[in-house]
Nanobody
Framework: VQLVESGGGLVQPGGSLRLSCAGSGFTFSNYYMSWLRQAPGKERELAALISSDGSTTTYADSVKGRFTISRDNAKNTVYLQMNSLKPEDTAVYYC?????????????WGQGTLVTVSE
């Protein structure tokens, strides 16, 4: 099982980035997908989540209206479009796949990709 994130980097405030997370080794379309982030010295927090079929999305208040999560189950990939980036968006962004089955939660994590928002 693998989740591989890409698309992170350095961007100026007000700029945009698109993160991608490609899954393999599991049935991607059975899992809800989320992007979490961890800023230096802070706890990991949920940024955005999308249901297995893409019909439902949820966002943290801090990113609502600026970030968009989407998925392409044919490509086993989830995306995070980040616009109007702020310095406080600087963090390592992690992709997570999860599903509940028989009372248990199964989850997989990517290795993370660093997003730095700075002049």
């Amino acid at each position: 099982v693998q989740l591989v994130e890409s698309g992170g980097g350095l961007v100026q405030p007000g700029g945009s980035l698109r993160l991608s997370c490609a899954g393999s080794g599991f049935t991607f379309s059975n899992y809800y997908m989320s992007w979490l982030r961890q800023a230096p010295g802070k706890e990991r927090e949920l940024a955005a989540l999308i249901s297995s079929d893409g019909s439902t999305t949820t966002y943290a208040d801090s990113v609502k209206g600026r970030f968009t999560i989407s998925r392409d189950n044919a490509k086993n990939t989830v995306y995070l479009q980040m616009n109007s980036l702020k310095p406080e968006d600087t963090a390592v962004y992690y992709c997570r796949a999860a599903r509940r089955l028989g009372g248990s939660t199964f989850e997989y994590w990517g290795q993370g990709t660093l997003v730095t928002v700075s002049e």
